[in-house]
């Protein structure tokens, strides 16, 4: 294994660590998913505004890319 293997495990290993204790201690706002949707409003009842949209955007492109970069090795 590569250095750049095990550092990609460590990552893994902290976000583990991190989301599993967010999700243990059921605090609210806490976990990466609702991090997520507070950074990208995306809670019912949020104005849509453009800059909100804009963000939705954002994120929408990067999953789809991310997606897709995921599934189809050597594209993109």
Same mark, same amino acid.
């Given at each position: 294994?590569?250095?750049? &293997?095990?550092?990609?495990?460590? %990552?893994? *290993?902290?976000?583990?660590?991190? +989301?599993?204790? /967010? ?9 990466? &998913?609702?991090?997520?949707?507070? %950074?990208? *409003?995306t809670?019912?009842?949020? +104005?849509?505004? /453009? ?9 929408l ?16």
């Amino acid at each position: 294994m590569t250095g750049w &293997s095990w550092a990609w495990i460590a %990552w893994l *290993a902290a976000f583990a660590a991190i +989301e599993g204790k /967010a999700l243990t201690n059921k605090e609210p706002g806490d976990t990466l &998913s609702e991090h997520v949707r507070r %950074w990208f *409003a995306t809670t019912r009842g949020t +104005e849509a505004t /453009a800059w909100v949209r804009v963000r939705r955007a954002g994120l929408l492109g990067f999953m789809a890319w991310l997606t897709v970069h995921f599934l189809v090795d050597g594209f993109m």
